[in-house]
């Protein structure tokens, strides 16, 4: 298991985009790690990697899930941390958004790992405890 | 003419009756679900819907001994038909619907952030037209320019977190129960300015759009540096984190109204219930000669009250298409021109 060490926010940005260059429509890719430690800057600099244009990427927190068009591929964006258990995210239909044209980002998946793809790309952030600007960036394999 | 609306969008249940003759409501029940959520730290979507389902049909019952009138009275139902969570919306759209079909009264589906633009009517005069709206709560902050009923702009916008979100965040961060927005609000209080100095994200900008998410981590990092049993030094934070908020979003609500050149600017949303906003934005305003709108504490927070109002205007307006052709809808946009995938349609949100 190697974890890379990405030094500041911008590190993080391009660690994004070097995962968008790889993702194809159907895949699954989940973003793990505490309040803060860069989920939602990894997610926006995936988003935009993958070729999407919209002037605001709003945060779906309070939404749920936000969906955008790029290109051919289609993205769904998903913070599942209001969510408390499988069944109430399967309400929202997330089994739709796992396959083409979707590609889903889903932040907080530990409130539903059973539901995720077999094949998901599980990514930990971290903080680091020497220096509060940087963050560790892991890719789980069970 | 009487109008029964039913907001059901998020974890408010809320059923009001409004007078369009005598201009007053007649009935204004509200629910909050704060304390069915706060074990976990937020609300729950399938709780939400649930819990509207449970008590929606007391409350229009109350709201119906409230006013002492029963159906035949009324002449229309209002409904909030998005944005929001699409379990809890459907609750109230389908309630209505069929409240709707059953009495055969009129149904007016009303867009939830429209009702939070109108809400000061419920009080007074609306501000004159066009006004600027700064809309601000847990899922949006945006800044729109309302040059009448059903004719919005949109200005800007959070291009990530709403200012509500920061609020809640940060109060998360600071170790604070939730609801965070109002539990920092208090803290807040207790705090002296100087010790922590937050970003003013995008105030440099040209334009008039937010973000937040920097100012969270900002916040995580200045948190990381206190002491667990360092109240004081929580409560500075608590202080430093309002006052960020609140410098932006006065700061581009004036700015809108420099770029209109109008001198109207009501507020609204969740938010619009925090007093540091209200004070701050009413102080800087007048230094401006822009006059300051500000609806009730309770016409701010999510409530059927607004929903009615915002009916009646439509009404009065003549924007009301009975049509059947609407659906609750979770991203429902008050604009056009909204880049949504088309395979969207197809899944059940």
């Known amino acids: ?142 | 003419m009487r109008i029964l609306a039913i907001e059901s969008s998020c974890d408010e249940t809320g059923v009001a009756i409004y007078d369009t003759q005598q201009r007053c409501l007649l009935a204004n029940e509200l629910a909050s679900q704060i304390d069915a959520h706060a074990c976990f730290g937020g609300v729950v979507p399938e709780l939400a819907s649930r819990e509207h389902c449970r008590i929606l049909p007391r409350m229009v019952d109350a709201a119906m001994q409230q006013a002492a009138i029963d159906w035949q009275a009324l002449d229309a139902v209002a409904v909030t038909s998005g944005p929001g969570l699409m379990g809890a919306l459907l609750v109230g759209t389908s309630y209505a619907r069929a409240a709707a079909t059953v009495h055969g009264l009129p149904l007016l589906p009303v867009h939830h952030l429209e009702g939070h633009i109108l809400a000061f009517g419920l009080q007074e005069d609306l501000p004159p037209m066009p006004m600027i709206a700064l809309l601000v709560s847990g899922g949006h902050t945006l800044l729109v320019r309302v040059d009448g009923i059903g004719r919005y702009r949109l200005l800007g916008q959070t291009l990530d977190d709403a200012a509500g979100e920061c609020f809640d965040k940060s109060a998360r961060l600071l170790g604070l129960p939730y609801p965070g927005g109002p539990h920092l609000s208090a803290l807040a209080r207790e705090g002296r300015s100087g010790r922590f100095s937050l970003p003013r994200p995008m105030l440099r900008k040209d334009n008039l759009d937010f973000s937040f998410s920097g100012l969270k981590t900002a916040v995580l990092h200045a948190a990381n540096t206190l002491d667990q049993d360092d109240t004081q030094g929580h409560a500075d934070l608590a202080r430093e984190v309002e006052n960020a908020i609140c410098d932006v979003l006065v700061n581009k609500t004036l700015r809108a109204c420099q770029q209109e050149k109008i001198a109207h600017v009501v507020l609204a949303g969740g938010v619009a219930a925090n007093h540091q906003l209200r004070q701050h934005l009413q102080q800087q305003a007048s230094q401006q000669d822009i006059t300051c709108y500000l609806p009730a504490l309770s016409y701010c927070t999510d409530n059927a009250a607004m929903i009615a109002y915002a009916a009646a205007c439509r009404l009065q307006a003549g924007l009301d298409r009975q049509s059947r052709d609407w659906d609750a809808n979770p991203r429902q946009s008050l604009f056009q021109n909204q880049n949504i995938p088309e395979a969207y349609g197809k899944t059940p949100l």
């Not at chain 1, 860069?38 to 919209?54: E, I, Q, Y």
């Not at chain 1, 539901?115 to 930990?124: D, G, N, T």
Request: with cysteine.
């Open chain 1, 1 to 142: 298991m190697s974890r890379l060490y990405l030094a500041d926010e911008a590190a993080t940005r391009a660690a994004a985009r070097h995962w968008a260059e790889r993702l194809q429509p159907g895949d699954c890719l989940t973003l793990a790690g505490d309040l803060g430690a860069g989920k939602s800057v990894f997610a926006r600099a995936l988003m935009r990697g993958l070729g999407v244009r919209d002037h605001a990427l709003p945060s779906p927190s309070y939404s749920l899930i936000e969906v955008y068009q790029a290109g051919e591929v289609c993205v769904a964006h998903m913070d599942w941390y209001r969510l408390s258990d499988e069944e109430e995210v399967l309400m929202l239909g997330v089994m739709d958004y796992f396959s083409p044209p979707w590609i889903s980002i889903i932040e907080w998946p530990e409130r539903a790992e059973a539901l995720l793809p077999r094949q998901a790309i599980r990514l930990l952030l971290q903080h680091d405890h020497q220096h509060p600007q940087a963050r560790w960036l892991e890719e789980i394999t069970s």
